[in-house]
């Protein structure tokens, strides 16, 4: 194994957690932060043909929950965000004219319902990708 690359996947636990074949032994701790990667096509330069590398296939981001001395259990901590949904009522008067600047007026209201975060599943990881340290 090349030195870009920390350890490989040896078991898919679920869609969310992988295990790979390095732990305490290889100085891994909770907490630790990982690339879980899939190897693709040998890539070439199209003008002068010569072999760029391997393309890595990006399956997510992860970080150590459990280590043993040989193996180490990482979940995914990738998520996704929607947009935040906020509501704008707008100022409204209930007077016509100069009497609208100096009269009763409704007040703006503006609420901001902050969107929830949701854990992103692993992207077609596999036994065999490889994790890389970040």
């Known amino acids: ?14 869609k969310f957690s992988v295990v790979i074949n390095a732990g305490a ?12 990667v899939g190897l693709g096509d040998v890539l070439r330069d199209p003008d002068s043909g010569e072999e760029l590398a391997q393309l890595e296939i ?12 040989k193996l180490s259990t990482l ?11 906020r509501e704008i009522k707008k100022v ?4 016509t004219g100069i009497a609208a600047l100096i009269g009763p007026q409704d007040v703006v209201t503006e609420s901001i319902t902050p ?20």
């Open 58 to 69: 990006v399956r997510g981001r992860a970080e150590v929950v459990h280590v043993q001395p």
């Open 115 to 134: 969107s929830e975060p949701v854990l992103l599943e692993f992207r077609g990881a596999k036994v065999g990708d490889l994790v890389i340290k970040l």
């Open 25 to 36: 032994e290889k100085d891994v701790k909770v907490g630790m932060k990982f690339l879980v």
């Open 92 to 95: 409204t008067s209930r007077s």
């Open 1 to 14: 194994m090349s030195e870009r690359y920390f350890g490989k996947v040896v078991h898919i636990s679920d």
């Open 75 to 85: 979940n995914s901590i990738e998520v996704d965000r929607q947009p935040d949904t």
